[in-house]
């Protein structure tokens, strides 16, 4: 079935350090989303990508949405311990309306 | 507006009984999706109720089952409660069936003993 990979499963950083989680699709995407969890919360969504190519940016986070469609990345410049929490990329797929396909997260810890 | 609401937030249960969970979604949001969340697993789909009918459904056994009523307050079931079962259930809404973002109730944290 269709299926999210998402790498590193966790990233320990020292602050100010850049982060990088990647996420990959064995299919073509129809568009990607990025969610944050916090300790102790619940997913949080940050953004959505639907165009080939796409780059957003949000302060110090960038995000990246492939050419073909099939792979995304988030990157955290300088982290803080803010950043702190479970990145998840989501994906949608062709036809599927309200189905996201999560990826297994990322788990940030930074160290100060 | 007020935020997705899930009740309750924690519950305990023993095998081979069964849950009622509920959630009620943003107001003026139609679409409430259900997802579990394990450590092994991550998050994973259960289902989605737009307008009272269900629009897309996971992998899961028949003994998850879900509705929506009229006010789009939705509900989930699990019957027949299983060890694998203990997850925090998450509930989240949306305005419509756009491809947009879905906004996150707090969650129910089910223990099946």
């Known amino acids: 079935g269709q299926q999210v990979m998402q790498i590193p499963q966790y990233q320990h950083v020292q602050e100010g350090e850049d982060f990088t989680t990647y996420c990959n699709s064995s299919t073509t995407l129809s568009n990607i989303q990025w969610y944050k969890q916090r300790p102790g919360g619940h997913p949080v969504f940050l953004i959505q990508?639907?165009?080939?190519?796409e780059v957003k940016k949000q302060k110090r986070l960038t995000f990246q949405f492939g050419e073909a469609k099939k792979n995304s990345s988030l990157h955290i410049t300088a982290t803080q311990t803010t950043d702190v929490g479970t990145y998840f990329c989501a994906g949608h797929y062709g036809g599927s309306q309200g189905n996201l396909i999560f990826g297994k997260g990322t788990k940030l810890s930074v160290k100060p | 507006k007020a935020g997705v609401t899930q009740t309750p937030r924690y519950l305990i249960k023993t095998r081979g009984q069964q849950v009622t969970l509920s959630c009620s979604p943003i107001?003026?949001?139609?679409?409430v999706s259900w997802y579990q969340q394990t450590p092994g697993q991550g998050l994973q789909f259960l289902f989605e109720?737009?307008?009272?009918?269900?629009?897309n459904k996971g992998n899961f056994p028949g003994r998850f089952s879900g509705r929506q009523f009229s006010n789009s307050r939705s509900e989930m079931n699990v019957s027949t409660l299983e060890l694998g079962d203990s997850a925090l259930y998450l509930c989240a809404s949306r305005p419509g069936q756009v491809r947009n973002e879905q906004f996150f109730g707090p969650g129910t944290r089910l223990t099946v003993l």
């Open positions: 109720y737009f307008s009272e009918t269900q629009r």
């Open positions: 107001s003026g949001h139609r679409s």
């Open positions: 990508l639907v165009k080939s190519g």
